[in-house]
């Protein structure tokens, strides 16, 4: 689910220049969901997104980790020497019915491959609710403690892992985890399941084909963004684990499927959105965050996917720091 850049037109051109001149709400604390609802209002989707765009890019937060990302994307020099971890994906939803939507991870494990990293794909329900998804996660990881490992999530599967991550069964479950790339995660949940629950019709209607189908309900209700769900609570990662989130902002021309041109429009009146996730979402989001203008929910096409991804891996094999963690060997116990 990302990742669908297409060359920046005269007339996105003149939309980023207008978002980048305009002299109200300079800094990026400043675009909260209610003022992103509102200048979506008065000046529509397209601009807000492209304001929310440029003040990531000015913040003095998230600018030098996005001008580096962009560096190691054109840069023309061999990667750097691949962190001793393995990359795991964790994927998305409908991996298994819908592999061309990118859920499966095959391009994040083809470009992994090619750096000589091991990769492996955690089993999810393809599927499943938040929580059966959180649960198969932790099952995963008490089988497999002994590698360090970087995993990367595609869009739900974002939600299923910070689940599992927040579980109070988790204590030094992840302490294997030497970095999390988010790909398109709606780590809050998607304001298209409250959609879904918001009408009468509409959840009937969806309730019926999923009993139908024989699939669970919840996952459409725990997917839910509003106040009593308990992805909408603030998110906070441990210390020790690095998180990279990864999140498209596209206008309504880039959205590529005629369904993901519904959910955008959905969304639109509650602000920017990549079809899934409210893009104000991700300003309170722990770690470091790389928008990418123009994309969407999905995975195309794939070679803007493997370079992005292929720079993210050199990113983090440049972080002296995390290549210690994955290569220092824990001593065994002294025998009595």
Not at 44 to 52: E, K, N, S, Y
Not at 89 to 109: F, S
Request: aromatic letters at 10%.
């Amino acid at each position: 689910m990302l990742f669908r850049r297409t060359q920046t037109s005269q007339s996105e051109s003149a939309l980023l220049q207008r978002a980048a001149e305009w002299n109200q709400h300079r800094s990026l604390e400043s675009l909260d969901d209610q003022t992103l609802w509102r200048i979506t209002g008065q000046h529509g989707v397209d601009f807000a997104t492209a304001l929310l765009f440029d003040r990531f890019q000015k913040s003095p937060e998230h600018k030098g980790f996005i001008e580096r990302i962009d560096r190691l994307r054109k840069s023309d020099l061999p990667p750097r020497e691949k962190i001793p971890a393995k990359v795991i994906v964790v994927p998305g939803a409908l991996y298994l019915e819908r592999p061309d939507m990118g859920g499966d991870g095959k391009i994040v494990r083809r470009v992994a491959e090619s750096l000589s990293y091991e990769t492996d794909l955690i089993p999810l329900a393809s599927f499943g609710s938040v929580t059966k998804n959180a649960s198969l996660i932790r099952a995963w990881f008490k089988e497999h403690s002994k590698d360090k490992v970087i995993l990367v999530s595609l869009s739900k599967g974002g939600s299923d892992l910070r689940t599992a991550l927040e579980s109070n069964e988790t204590i030094g479950l992840f302490d294997n985890v030497l970095a999390w790339i988010n790909v398109c995660g709606p780590l809050n949940g998607s304001r298209m399941a409250d959609w879904v629950m918001a009408n009468g019709v509409r959840t009937l209607f969806c309730r019926t084909k999923f009993y139908v189908q024989s699939r669970d309900f919840r996952f459409i209700t725990e997917l839910c963004h509003d106040l009593n769900s308990p992805s909408s609570a603030p998110f906070s990662l441990k210390p020790s684990m690095r998180i990279i989130n990864v999140i498209g902002f596209p206008l309504a021309r880039h959205m590529t499927t005629r369904f993901s041109r519904f959910c955008h429009r959905s969304l639109a009146r509650w602000g920017p959105n990549d079809g899934t996730t409210a893009l104000s979402d991700v300003c309170q989001w722990p770690g470091e965050i790389y928008p990418v203008w123009g994309a969407d929910h999905y995975f195309r096409p794939e070679n803007v996917a493997s370079n992005l991804i292929m720079a993210l891996f050199d990113y983090l094999a440049e972080d002296a720091s995390l290549f210690c963690r994955a290569s220092r060997r824990e001593m065994a116990p002294a025998l009595a």
